[in-house]
């Protein structure tokens, strides 16, 4: 067993997309916004360890979600990181206790007569109890990524990531296709010819932003992320029939234009029973699912791995956070991570995380059982 690592951060993580054996199995924390953890979690992980509390700053506001640093990921032997530009002199936000987060400019969460607190920005809001860990109702942004100074600020990010760290980065900011909510799985069938006129319409907008993306990202970005969920517990939301006929076409094309004109990869976040799509996924282009949500039916990781890991490389799966994390001592999270990383780890095409976020009651303890077990299970054996 090779238990030296011999590959950068960078290196690795790329010989994994590709489906070849790295040194060990990259890791990751935070590099998504599905790949993540609650800020409340975040602070008690670093107030456990003895790390600065004074620059936690979230990146994602409505699931509170920070901007991972880099004395965590060097800790958990994370291999990627959040590209971030951030802002100094943000204001701060105390939502109880002990807890204070750096906030973008524009978030201004306001006390109801419950204790907890209601985010409004033009006629949208979300709302969040006084005990609770994220917010709930209107997705609200405080940010468009293509506006200006915002997309130059990215752009500058990716070149600091790229010759001051050896880390892999992505780039959100692409719409996959299909919008997740139930009016738009009843369309596919009602209207899916008006959805296809809109798609091609849309295809246009978003291959003339990649061009962009790629002539000013100058190869330092190694994916880029979409984000729409397709499953729900037990089985997906559409028919792969009306995926095939409303989201395919468009999907594919975009995912070829990364691919021709870049080393790019195509990272897709889906929850939920997906394992019928994934043959079209694949087909489309898609290189990377996450968040391998191996808690919903139709999802266990050994069937995944075996039907189509040479096909798509898998990154999340790691660690069951609807049945296992949090809910059982660690002792079993431990074992799940053992095994789930054994399922999805041979021959490369993986990238461990948590299935999905991890969330704001997940004790440090818990978080470093997690990470620890992980690398000591990460390595690959010696070649030749």
Known sequence: MNIRETMTPRQRVTEALCHRQPDRMPIDLGMYTASGISAFAYWDLREYLGLPLDEVELC??????????????????????????????????????????????????ERDQRGGWTVWKNGQAMRMPPDGYFFDGDWITFSDLWEEPVFSAYMREAERIEKETDYFTAFKGFSPFYSQDVEYFCRMITEPEKLAEENAQLLARQLERAGRLI??????????????????????????????????????????????????????????????????????????????????????????????????????????????????????????????????????????????????????????????????????????
């Open 60 to 109: 994602e506001c409505v699931q509170v979600l920070p901007w991972v640093q880099e004395d965590i990921l060097k800790r958990l032997h994370c291999d990627c990181i959040l590209l971030n530009p951030g802002k100094a002199d943000l204001p701060v936000w105390n939502p109880r206790g002990k807890y204070r987060f750096h906030v973008p400019e524009g978030f201004s969460p």
């Open 215 to 384: 002539r000013e990202s100058r190869g330092r970005i190694g994916a880029v992320c979409l984000s729409g969920d397709l499953g729900c517990q037990t089985a997906p939301m559409c028919r792969p029939e009306s995926f095939e006929r409303v989201v395919l076409p468009f999907l594919k094309e975009f995912c070829g234009f990364f691919h021709r004109n870049s080393d790019m990869k195509v990272f897709l976040h889906s929850c939920g029973t997906i394992e019928p799509l994934i043959p079209l996924l694949v087909e489309a282009g898609v290189d990377i699912l996450n968040p391998v949500q191996i808690s919903a039916a139709g999802m266990e990781p050994r069937a995944l791995k075996r039907k189509y890991g040479g096909k798509i490389a898998f990154w999340g799966g790691g660690v069951d956070t609807q049945r296992v994390l949090g809910f059982q001592p660690e002792k079993a999270v431990r074992e799940n991570v053992r095994e789930c990383v054994a399922a999805f780890k041979p021959g490369g095409g993986y990238v461990f995380a948590p299935v999905h976020n991890i969330m704001g009651n997940i004790s440090p303890q818990d978080i470093l059982a997690v990470y620890d077990e992980a690398y000591r299970s990460s390595f690959y054996p010696a070649r030749g």
